[in-house]
């Protein structure tokens, strides 16, 4: 059964850091790029970072460059994200993405509220 689990969401203030988790199973972990995704209230999905199978390439939406970093342990069939430098509209729900061709897989997401 595959799985992605996403930890790490939680209530933070402006200008703070999280770090988010999602740990994969049921596939081969290694062999699927990684994304993160985030959806705040009332607007569309949005693409926020990306990661290459093996870990050497990683692609940034504008809107997070310079303050989010992906990364990936493949030896624990995790991926991560550490959100610096925190924002009120970085407010979202997180969700972690596996892809692989047309295959893809989702968790369930982790909610971000930055707030003061």
């Known amino acids: 059964q595959v799985q992605l689990v996403e930890s790490g969401g939680g209530l933070v203030q402006p200008g703070g850091s999280l770090r988010l988790s999602c740990v994969a199973s049921g596939f081969t972990f290694r062999n699927y790029g990684m994304r993160w995704y985030r959806q705040a209230p009332g607007k569309e999905r949005e693409l926020v970072a990306t990661?290459?199978?093996?870990?050497?390439?990683?692609i940034y939406a504008d809107s997070v460059k310079g303050r989010f970093t992906i990364s990936r342990d493949n030896t624990k069939n995790t991926v991560y994200m550490q959100m610096n430098s925190l924002k009120l509209e970085d407010t979202a729900v997180y969700y972690c993405?596996?892809?692989?061709?047309?295959?893809?897989?989702w968790g369930k997401g982790t909610l971000v509220t930055v707030s003061s």
């Open positions: 993405n596996a892809i692989r061709n047309l295959q893809q897989y």
């Open positions: 990661i290459s199978s093996t870990g050497d390439s990683t």
